[in-house]
């Protein structure tokens, strides 16, 4: 079994949503099911860059993350692109028969069996700004496919104020999912800087909206890891 590998980086630290701040080293697939307005991996997503990804076997990826992280076992993030295109279940057996744990970040339009072995997945719905739509039955699937000792949790983009409505509606559906909002970074240029007090502007606006709401399901995170490198790749 071939897997495509856009890139495999680290030890950084999680970025974002619930394992924030924990050490990791991601494995980032090339190819997605959907074409997001913003998304800050065009490089894993768009076919322009496929000469780019890697034909990978799961012992091939395994070795460089075993490598990156110097046999100590740490949570692995899978993510991509849409890492469910993929059979990550041999790649899982390897970590896991050596005590790595691992995380998916996935748009949760694809369920794999995998996913019941992962220790976390982390489902980001998208919000209209995106230009995607969501089939919810699918996501539904995803959930589904997770088993008894994979947190699941929701992590949801907002960029306007739509946005922020149409996440309190899907918030609504799935009262059982924590739930974590983060801003959209509208600058996602490798190449350029980011804007850092625009950013900071972002999240006050969006921990404003929420606690004048009085909304206190969600918690609100914001990239770290673009706050600390911006839109550098392999961080
Ligand atoms: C690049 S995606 C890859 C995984 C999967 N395709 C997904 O969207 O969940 C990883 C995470 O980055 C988020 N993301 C992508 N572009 C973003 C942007 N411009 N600003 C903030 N978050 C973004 C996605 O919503 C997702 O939670
Ligand atoms: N440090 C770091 N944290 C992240 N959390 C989600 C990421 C992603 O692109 O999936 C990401 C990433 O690319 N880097
Ligand atoms: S689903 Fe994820 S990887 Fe795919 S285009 Fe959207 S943000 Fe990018
Ligand atoms: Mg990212």
Redesign the pocket.
């Known amino acids: 079994m071939t897997l495509r590998i856009a890139e495999i980086f680290g030890p950084t630290i999680q970025g974002?949503g619930a394992l924030i701040g924990e050490p990791t080293v991601f494995v980032r697939t090339g190819g997605?099911d959907?074409r997001?307005s913003?998304?800050?991996?065009l490089h894993a997503v768009d076919s322009a860059h496929r000469h780019d990804w890697h034909p990978m076997s799961a012992e091939a990826v395994w070795d460089e993350v075993e490598r990156l992280s110097g046999g100590t076992p740490l949570t692995v993030s899978l993510?991509?692109?849409?890492?469910a295109i993929q059979d990550f279940t041999q790649v899982m057996a390897l970590g896991q028969s050596k005590g790595y744990r691992f995380a998916c970040?996935?748009?949760g339009s694809i369920a794999k069996p995998w996913f019941g072995a992962l220790e976390t997945l982390?489902l980001?719905p998208?919000p209209p700004s995106s230009g995607e739509t969501v089939d919810w039955a699918d996501f539904e699937d995803c959930i589904a496919a997770t088993g008894a000792k994979t947190q699941v949790v929701m992590?949801i983009?907002i960029f306007d104020a739509n946005d922020y409505d149409w996440a309190r509606a899907a918030a609504g559906r799935y009262p059982d999912l924590p739930l974590y909002l983060?801003?959209?970074?509208?600058d996602?240029d490798p190449d350029l800087p980011i804007k850092t007090q625009d950013s900071l502007d972002r999240m006050l606006w969006l921990v404003e909206k929420v606690t004048s709401d009085g909304w206190f399901t969600p918690r609100i995170l914001p990239?770290l890891h673009v706050l600390l490198w911006g839109n550098k790749r392999g961080v």
Do not use: A, H, I, M
């Open positions: 974002e997605c959907y997001c913003w998304c800050d991996s993510s991509g692109g849409n890492p970040e996935t748009q982390v980001s998208k992590k983009v983060q801003p959209g970074n509208p996602v990239q």
